[in-house]
């Protein structure tokens, strides 16, 4: 059994910062992409970042140069460093890991990030 747990969501003011992790723990599996989506009350959930387990990255366009995605293959753990906040980057922030193997995908229990103006 597979568990995705995020840590770091919280309120913050505009313009400033936070960092949100992503781990997997339970059975073990090789991961291809590991995400970060977000939805915000009342819209679809979006893909905000990626990255590859090459490294590759893409984002969402609107959070270009603000956010920075990153992950660590020994730890099965994925980052999301986000600056310059913006009250509409406020939703719940949640994680997805794609099994390399299946291509099953996993996902974590959201945390909310909330940017007051």
């Known amino acids: 059994q597979v568990r995705l747990v995020e840590s770091g969501g919280g309120l913050v003011q505009a313009g400033g910062s936070l960092s949100l992790s992503c781990a997997a723990s339970g059975t073990r599996f090789d991961v291809n992409d590991m995400g970060w989506y977000r939805q915000a009350p009342g819209k679809q959930r979006e893909l905000v970042a990626v990255?590859?387990?090459?490294?590759?990255?893409n984002y969402l366009d609107s959070v270009k140069g603000r956010f920075t995605i990153s992950r660590d293959n020994t730890k099965n753990t994925v980052y999301l460093q986000m600056n310059s906040l913006k009250p509409e980057d406020t939703g719940v922030y949640y994680c997805?890991?794609?099994?390399?193997?299946?291509?099953?995908?996993?996902w974590g229990q959201g945390t909310q990030v909330t940017v007051s103006s």
């Open positions: 997805k890991f794609t099994s390399r193997v299946t291509g099953n995908g996993y």
């Open positions: 990255v590859a387990r090459g490294g590759t990255t």
